[in-house]
């Protein structure tokens, strides 16, 4: 059965809150971290993001840290076009090295690393990179602020975030999700892969991870998330 988009969007809105769980708002200070390339706008860092799921999804994120200000810009190709695409930083801010999942993480066997999942591999939300408004944790699946796929399923996200100190400080720790994939191909989340674990009246595809990448350097042992 297909969730037609004028009711996907308000669906995927009312995803409980297991997801959405607010985290304090912060300051600004100075820039901690010694890896990443120092430019003068701050110290970058490259995420390459690969495919989870089979999704062919595929892109690259640049990170950004200026004191406690964070650009985040993103392109990504090969998405379930014309659909929003929930994207997060996860990690751990606290000295544990999460990382991406591999196709392991699949538990009960189904051929899909859903979101629950996959959150033992890859750790809680940090930072929820919307397009405008909040970026808690409290946003985590708050599409209609989350950027959407065009025609051709290609992504392009911009923007500067404020960050926690405890985010500066562990920069090289955390690393970037992005939702949605479709795996009969046929343009639309729909219920070919079963409910998701979020909410039964939703479809795994609207909410299990496309791609997943790791700073460059993240000292958590890879996982072979190309899958």
Do not use: W
Not at 60 to 85: D, E, F, S
Request: glycine share 12%.
């Amino acid at each position: 059965m297909t969730v037609k988009r004028s009711t996907r969007l308000t669906a995927l809105m009312a995803l409980p809150a297991a997801l959405t769980l607010a985290v304090a708002a912060p300051a600004l200070a100075h820039d901690t971290n010694h890896a990443g390339q120092q430019t003068q706008h701050g110290r970058s860092y490259k995420v390459d993001l690969r495919q989870l799921n089979d999704s062919g999804a595929r892109g690259t994120a640049q990170l950004t840290l200026q004191g406690r200000q964070l650009t985040v810009k993103i392109n990504a190709q090969g998405l379930v076009p014309g659909q929003p695409h929930a994207q997060h930083i996860h990690g751990s801010t606290t000295g544990h090295d999460f990382t991406c999942p591999d196709a392991s993480a699949d538990k009960n066997g189904d051929g899909i690393v859903t979101t629950a999942e996959g959150l033992p591999a890859y750790g809680d939300i940090n930072i929820s990179l919307t397009t405008k408004g909040d970026t808690t944790k409290a946003s985590g699946l708050a599409v209609d602020r989350m950027p959407v796929a065009d025609k051709n399923g290609n992504l392009s996200y911009s923007r500067t975030i404020a960050v926690s100190q405890a985010v500066a400080d562990n920069i090289t720790r955390l690393h970037v999700v992005q939702h949605g994939i479709d795996p009969n191909g046929n343009g639309v989340y729909d219920f070919g892969k079963g409910k998701s674990e979020l909410d039964p009246k939703l479809p795994q595809e609207a909410t299990a991870p496309a791609t997943c990448g790791t700073i460059e350097g993240h000292s958590g042992a890879s996982m072979g998330n190309n899958y």
